[in-house]
């Protein structure tokens, strides 16, 4: 790797070495932005940054879609010394909501983005009283489908180690959303650190999906690559999302040495790979799968690794990993070949200060655990108890970090931060860990944070979401993550406290899913009804004590009596109406998972997460290219008011 200081450096120091970024957009659409031109770029963007006003320290909230330009605009302010700060577009109101909490704690930011990304804003800020918070983001927007003068240079700020390179706030839709500071020197000690443990060199060739908001998918699979002279290539994560067989077509097609995906990437390629024999495929080059940024699947990366044999992926090639944003991106890194090591232990002794207990894998109370390596150089862990003092080996405990890659806090945040370091500096990631044979095995999170596709959210947040539902006031309904024995994914459970009838219930339950679907894109698996919601002596909720009982199988006598009520109410439902409502049924079952869709069902109360609507939106497309928009599907979420939106629309063009 390049001993440069500051990101500044590395962009100029590579500016002149014959290597490239290549995006890939579609099966056959690709595009390469060579170092030099990326440096030009830059520096063109940059001009027209300064002339609007910006300057060393200023933040620049990147809110696009597009990979080539969001890697364009980082790059430009980080060689003006502005602040780049990731935010992703996201299609629901939670995400727009979002994005004005951010720029609201940033005080007065600039923003980058495409005019069509700002007119959905301003729809939006007007539906929610916040036109006037709009109107000033308004008018420090700077838009990049506007570009197309870039042959005058900005004038290039020379930074130093220790002023901010990065604000990344915390992904998921939260609240009171943290932004982790990153220096110069935060980020490109964790690239050397990454770079001497994984081995990078010019001879690697990586292939991402991740989003460019997300710390795996920027300084993971951009920063980490190009300060390594690395050919990367960038796939748009809708595309992924969408087509996800095309993975590793590209991957096979480039001769990618270096992959990455979370937990549900793996769950995402192998349903779209069904029964399918593995053909065309040749991965005897790819040397590393990260797989981080979520809790870790033992089962699942057997089973991946067992599917994509005869593409000849090495059994050694899957690479599970720890790390948050805290420390930059990466925390522990196994030896790079070593075999998956996994233990199991019994989930019921997982708690703080708890000894391993190591059981039969088939045990009942058996979770198997995967092991995530040992600390990078220039990081430490520690696993503590409740006082913050450190425990030894085999405990189950706080999982701790300090470094040369560590942030030293959120930004503008006082309170987060008193919370987030204990008294001697360490700072708390929030996660429950132990150690074994040297190397760190999570254990699940003490902070009860929920991962989905990637991403975290927090349990009071959806929570507050559901105060809009008559009843539902705060501590009488309940958000967690859940996986039952066998699984390869957590659920997100809602246990709604609840003394009536079943038959009571069923309504309450289907308002409570659809609304956490529409505004955060959020499956909800199920709602369950509770006579009790467990909490501490000082008021807390213990949400994984309901999460721990629906593992269990506790509730299946309820969830049962539940659907067949629900079945019972339906009744036969209407039969389809003309040709696209059938089109539109058979779509919206098929991503469902077989699950029989009436036409005035709402898709979001039977689960249609963001991904499933990708799914929806991309068939409908082939079906009727350009007539519906992805965003149009939460305005219509039943199929016979899609229909009928779609049928005018045709009418129109005809």
């Known amino acids: 790797m390049l001993d440069v200081k500051t990101l500044t450096g590395l962009l100029q120091t590579n500016r002149a070495v014959p290597r490239a970024i290549t995006y890939l957009e579609g099966e056959s659409v690709s595009r390469t932005v060579t170092f030099s031109d990326l440096h030009e770029r830059a520096l063109g963007i940059l001009y027209h940054l300064q002339r609007m006003g910006m300057g060393p320290g200023d933040k620049l909230i990147l809110l696009?879609?597009?990979n080539e330009q969001f890697i364009d605009g980082f790059w430009a302010a980080v060689m003006g010394g502005i602040i780049p700060v990731p935010v992703a577009v996201g299609i629901s109101d939670e995400h727009r909501q979002k994005l004005f909490r951010i720029a609201g704690l940033l005080g007065e930011p600039f923003l980058y983005t495409e005019r069509r990304a700002l007119e959905r804003l301003a729809a939006f800020a007007a539906q929610s009283g916040l036109s006037g918070r709009f109107e000033r983001l308004r008018a420090r927007a700077f838009f990049a489908d506007d570009l197309e003068d870039i042959s005058r240079p900005g004038e290039v700020h020379t930074a130093r180690p220790e002023e901010v390179a990065l604000i990344q706030f915390s992904s998921g839709s939260t609240s009171e959303p943290k932004g982790v500071v990153l220096t110069h020197a935060n980020i490109l000690a964790n690239a050397r650190a990454a770079t001497e443990v994984a081995g990078f060199t010019e001879k690697d060739?990586?292939?991402?999906?991740?989003?460019?908001?997300?710390?795996?998918?920027?300084?993971?699979?951009?920063?980490?690559?190009?300060?390594?002279?690395?050919?990367?290539?960038?796939?748009?994560?809708?595309?992924?999302?969408?087509?996800?067989l095309l993975w590793l077509q590209f991957a096979s097609r480039i001769r990618a040495t270096i992959l990455c995906s979370p937990n549900f990437g793996y769950k995402h390629y192998l349903r779209a790979l069904g029964e399918r024999p593995v053909e065309g495929l040749d991965l005897s080059g790819v040397r590393l799968i990260f797989n981080g940024a979520e809790p870790i699947s033992a089962p699942l990366c057997e089973q991946f690794l067992e599917r994509l044999a005869p593409a000849r992926l090495a059994r050694t090639a899957m690479y599970p990993v720890y790390g948050l944003a805290e420390a930059s991106l990466a925390v522990s890194f196994p030896p790079p070949g070593a075999p998956l090591r996994r233990i199991a232990v019994n989930r019921q002794r997982l708690g703080v200060g708890d000894a391993v207990e190591q059981v039969d894998p088939g045990a009942r109370e058996s979770v198997q655990l995967i092991g995530e390596g040992r600390a990078l150089p220039y990081c430490s862990v520690r696993i503590a108890d409740?006082?913050?003092?450190?425990?030894?080996?085999e405990r189950v405990g706080h999982l701790h970090i300090r470094g040369e890659n560590v942030t030293q806090g959120y930004y503008e945040n006082p309170d987060a931060n008193a919370a987030a370091f204990s008294a001697d500096g360490w700072l708390?990631?929030?996660?429950?860990?132990?150690?074994?044979?040297?190397?760190?095995?999570?254990?699940?999170?003490?902070?009860?944070?929920?991962?989905v596709n990637g991403q975290n959210h927090y349990p009071h947040d959806l929570e507050s979401v559901l105060q809009r539902i008559e009843g539902l006031e705060l501590g009488k309904v309940a958000a967690a993550a859940a996986r039952r024995p066998g699984e390869d994914l957590e659920r997100l459970v809602l246990f709604v406290l609840h003394r009536g009838a079943l038959e009571e219930f069923v309504p309450l339950a289907a308002a409570a899913a659809r609304l956490v679907n529409e505004q955060t894109g959020l499956e909800v698996v199920d709602v369950v009804p509770v006579k009790r919601i467990p909490k501490t002596t000082s008021g807390k909720m213990q949400r994984y004590l309901l999460a721990q009982s629906y593992a269990d199988g506790q509730f299946d006598g309820e969830l049962e009596e539940l659907a067949a009520l629900r079945d019972a109410q339906r009744g036969a439902g209407c039969a389809t109406r003309g040709q696209i409502e059938a089109m539109l049924k058979t779509v919206c079952e098929a991503a469902l998972g077989g699950r029989r869709v009436d036409v005035h069902d709402n898709l979001f109360e039977l689960g249609a997460s963001s991904l499933k609507l990708i799914e929806i939106h991309e068939q409908i497309e082939r079906e009727y290219p350009g007539q519906i928009d992805l965003t149009e599907l939460?305005?219509?979420p039943t199929i016979a008011e899609l229909a009928r939106h779609l049928q005018g629309k045709l009418a129109v063009a005809a």
Do not use: Q
């Open 386 to 393: 409740e006082e913050d003092r450190p425990l030894p080996e």
């Open 634 to 636: 939460f305005d219509f």
């Open 205 to 244: 060739i990586s292939l991402s999906w991740m989003p460019l908001t997300h710390d795996m998918g920027l300084i993971g699979f951009h920063l980490f690559m190009f300060a390594n002279r690395v050919h990367a290539h960038l796939m748009p994560t809708d595309l992924f999302i969408r087509r996800p």
């Open 64 to 66: 696009l879609g597009d």
């Open 428 to 451: 708390r990631t929030g996660d429950l860990a132990l150690v074994h044979g040297g190397e760190l095995y999570l254990c699940g999170r003490a902070k009860e944070i929920i991962f």
